[in-house]
Nanobody, 118 residues
Framework: QVQLVESGGGLVQAGGSLRLSCAASGSIFSIYSMGWYRQAPGKQRELVADITSSRKTNYADSVKGRFTISRDSAKNTVYLQMNSLKPEDTAVYYC????????????WGQGTQVTVSS
């Protein structure tokens, strides 16, 4: 059974940095994309950034120039480097892997809290 385990969340002051990691355990094949989403209280979950198997990246406008997504395919791990953090970045961050192995499948992590104080 595939599990995604996130780490790296925490409390940081505005302007600070955090690095999130998400690693897959279990048998996972043909990862098409890896991504990060976030959900703030009272808001819908939104895409932060994703990266495909060909390393094409996509970012939400609100994080462009501040966040960087990267992946280590050999380790089935995705990272999110977050710089110049703002209070509005406060949310629970979730990783998501999309695979295609005869069918499309989505796998989600359990979420990690990021809190940015002003």
């Amino acid at each position: 059974q595939v599990q995604l385990v996130e780490s790296g969340g925490g409390l940081v002051q505005a302007g600070g940095s955090l690095r999130l990691s998400c690693a897959a355990s279990g048998s996972i094949f043909s990862i098409y994309s890896m991504g990060w989403y976030r959900q703030a209280p009272g808001k819908q979950r939104e895409l932060v950034a994703d990266i495909t198997s060909s390393r094409k990246t996509n970012y939400a406008d609100s994080v462009k120039g501040r966040f960087t997504i990267s992946r280590d395919s050999a380790k089935n791990t995705v990272y999110l480097q977050m710089n110049s953090l703002k209070p509005e970045d406060t949310a629970v961050y979730y990783c998501k892997f999309v695979t295609y192995y005869s069918k499309w499948s989505n796998y989600w992590g359990q979420g990690t809290q990021v809190t940015v104080s002003s």
